[in-house]
């Protein structure tokens, strides 16, 4: 077996024991999850999506769901005759999302699953928006161009991302270098990570249509809606 094959054999079970991890404590977390955050990430949701004016009709998808508090919204946007589908790690999170979206009464609307953010269950072009709420920062920096082009893979022509993103380009430059440091120190406590969003999105094939700079108790928050610069193959 050659060096590259070993280093590509390593890296995948790396990412396998990282993504298991990172299932067991979300697991752990997801009935309390909502307390612990206070709320505080859901008015960044709502920004972000409302940036991302979803329409009726429209076929969108939730990389990352979580507890589901965005999914409600995405269906009364798209109406009776759009879809919604959800896809996340942790089976304790999408418990949690089930039981929220049972009070919409709209369930017939919405496909929830476990999956991984690097293999999307879904066929080509297939989409017309995505969501994507503290989600690539979960990902080890190899990993993120390859959920990127499985956004960019699952997109239709024309279709729109927006992202919620832990960003070192916002919020208090002392605070993103504290939590950086302490991501670092308990890497399994703080799982995500501060990136370069619109770095990654331009090395990744998207232009950025619209960008908002916030903070989430002063760490820095970028919210996009982006769109596919090249032609799907």
Known sequence: ??????????????????HARSRSLYDALSPWYDLLTAGQE?????????????????HVLEVGFGTGTALAAMIAAVGETGRVWGLDLSLGMARVARRRLRNTRRMSCVGLACGDALRLPLRAASMDALFLSFT????????IPIALGECRR???????????????????????????????????VLDCHPIRPREWLAACGFSILTRRPMSLWG???????????????
């Open 1 to 18: 077996m050659g060096n590259e094959v070993v280093h590509e054999e390593l890296s995948r079970r790396a990412a396998i024991s990282t």
């Open 42 to 58: 859901n008015a960044l949701r709502a920004a972000a999506l409302k940036a991302l004016a979803l329409q009726p009709g429209e």
């Open 136 to 143: 690539l920062e979960l990902l080890e920096a190899a990993e």
């Open 154 to 188: 699952v997109l239709c022509r024309g279709g729109r991302m927006g992202l919620v993103c832990l960003s070192s380009e916002a919020g208090s430059p002392a605070v993103n270098n504290l939590y950086t440091w302490a991501h670092v120190r308990w890497p399994r």
């Open 219 to 233: 760490l820095g928050v970028e919210i996009l809606v982006c769109r596919s610069a090249r032609v799907q193959p």
